[in-house]
């Protein structure tokens, strides 16, 4: 018989309605608000039905095992590593799988901001599943989430609560960008972390990495924002502002390091990206 919870070694938490609505009108839980949280290990018969969604946008993370859920008219498979995100308002159902029923830690999230961090993740009704390369991580987060709650639900622990839920959400969203360790995209960036002394061409890069030129800018402005030149700039300034800090090396052996032949012009390019000069940054402190 479908079962919505009183699984053994759950852990459960829901917050008052009348604390929810007093949270959501103060500073920072206004924005981002856990209303319930919650651990089901080995969740044997667990199914959830909401024909007219909920109030709060809700995030399941699978641990372990599997299982199902009905978003709008399509079903979606969830295996372990997958988180689920439901919009608030979005019709849904859920449930563990028959034969290897999944573990999950679960939150519903409210607040001014949660529209905003669920897109973010690019998820959608149509499109509710998000891949989690870094479980253990989610996971503490949200062991987090419950042990505060399971104190209390005074005012700091609610800000706690959802600061917590922050970050998780946000390493979902960012997690989801990141390359996986033998793509071409992490393959590129490795090589460009370790050629920190030159300048690369995008065609050579790309040939290295087996996709063509427009490809693989396309996947670096897709994980950073811009391009691979601008990667590359960032990480040597990077290291330019490492060996400023720390060694007394000076401004054209600096240069030198990173990859530029003139410190004048190594000089400028420093400061187009930091707004001062090598020589201002070193001694910006003292």
Sequence with gaps: MPIQEGF??????????????????????????????GYYPNAIGHQMNRPRGAEATIVVVCASGTGWARV?????????????????????????DEQRPWTIWWAHVAGTDAAELVESMDVTAGRPLVPIRGLDRAVALLDEIVSNLERDQSPPRLVSASGAAWKLLAHISVDRL????????????????????????????????????????????????????AHHTALRMARARQLLDTTDAT????????????????????????????????SRDS
């Design 8 to 37: 053994q070694g759950q852990r459960l938490v829901v917050v008052s309605r009348p604390v929810v609505a007093e949270a959501l009108s103060r500073p920072v839980t206004r924005r981002l608000l856990v209303t319930d949280v």
């Design 72 to 96: 709008g008219d399509v079903v979606h498979r969830i295996g372990a590593q997958q988180a689920l995100v439901i919009p608030s308002g979005v019709p849904h159902s859920y449930g563990a």
């Design 178 to 229: 990141l390359p996986k360790p033998d793509d071409p995209l992490q393959r590129a960036m490795n090589y460009l972390s370790d050629r920190l002394d030159g300048s690369v061409r995008v065609p050579d890069l790309a040939r290295l990495v087996g996709v063509s030129p427009s490809h693989l800018s396309a996947l670096f402005h897709r994980a950073t924002g811009g391009g691979v030149h």
């Design 251 to 282: 401004i054209a052996d600096v240069a030198s390091e990173v990859g530029y032949d003139d410190a004048f012009y190594f000089s400028r390019a420093f400061r187009r990206h930091h707004r001062m000069s090598p020589s201002g940054f070193r």
